[in-house]
């Protein structure tokens, strides 16, 4: 079965400074990977995914993730924090094959301080 | 599109009630997924349909939850009788069959049990 863990439940920046935000799996097979955004009172939003192909992968909003086997990590980053980038944010696994779901991690608030 | 339509927003119910919440999907996406989110355990998967089937309950907690999909447009996650424990948002998310593609949330539904 697949696992997902953030390690972080809670990150602070300042406006301007690197944001990184990470996310480690577990899976028996190659996965599928993704990061969602959630704003206050809203529902997932999805920034970015990994499938298969180039392991850096541009998402909306700046951010990019990168996607290491070795290290079974897909941290996200973002090299210039902005307060609307205050939100949480989720990592997330499915593996590639049928009849399997998405499975979330605990979630990441990113707060951003001016 | 519309996205993926849930109603209602809020709910507020006393325990013992029957609550059900419902899910429009995408038009053309043939998967469908009930999540809840509380602080403490995060997004949990209850129950997953592909093309009007169930695949995997494993996560509904408990006989007091049950959740249909009877055709590709509606789904409805049923609570009876509801108990203050169940309070959470309830989010539905639909794909089409890669998994690869992602999910597309709805706004959730708020649902206070008191």
């Known amino acids: 079965a697949q696992s997902v863990t953030q390690l972080g439940s809670h990150v602070s920046v300042s406006e301007g400074a690197l944001v990184l935000l990470r996310c480690n799996y577990s899976s028996s097979v190659p996965p599928y990977l993704f990061w969602y955004v959630q704003y206050p009172n809203q529902g997932l939003q999805l920034l970015l995914k990994?499938?298969?192909?180039?392991?850096l992968v541009k998402g909306i909003n700046g951010f990019e993730a990168e996607f290491k086997k070795s290290e079974t990590s897909f941290h996200l980053t973002k090299p210039s924090a902005h307060m609307s980038d205050a939100a949480e944010y989720f990592c997330?696994?499915?593996?590639?094959?049928?009849?399997?779901?998405?499975?979330f991690g605990k979630g990441t608030t990113l707060s951003v301080s001016s | 599109d519309a996205g993926v339509i849930q109603s209602p927003r809020h709910e507020v119910t006393e325990m013992g009630q029957e609550v059900t919440l419902r899910c429009k999907p995408i038009?053309?996406?043939?998967?469908l997924f009930w999540y809840r989110q509380t602080m403490m355990r995060g997004l949990e998967l209850l129950i997953y349909f592909n093309n009007n089937v169930p695949i995997d309950d494993s996560g509904m907690p408990e006989d007091r939850f049950s959740a249909k999909m009877p055709n590709a447009s509606f789904s409805t996650l049923k609570i009876q009788p509801s108990e203050p424990r169940d309070s959470a948002v309830y989010f539905c998310?639909?794909?089409?069959?890669?998994?690869?593609?992602?999910?597309?949330f709805g706004s959730g539904t708020r649902l206070t049990v008191v």
């Open positions: 038009s053309g996406h043939n998967s």
């Open positions: 990994y499938t298969t192909g180039a392991t």
């Open positions: 998310a639909s794909s089409s069959n890669s998994g690869g593609y992602g999910y597309t």
């Open positions: 997330a696994v499915i593996l590639n094959q049928a009849g399997t779901a998405l499975i």
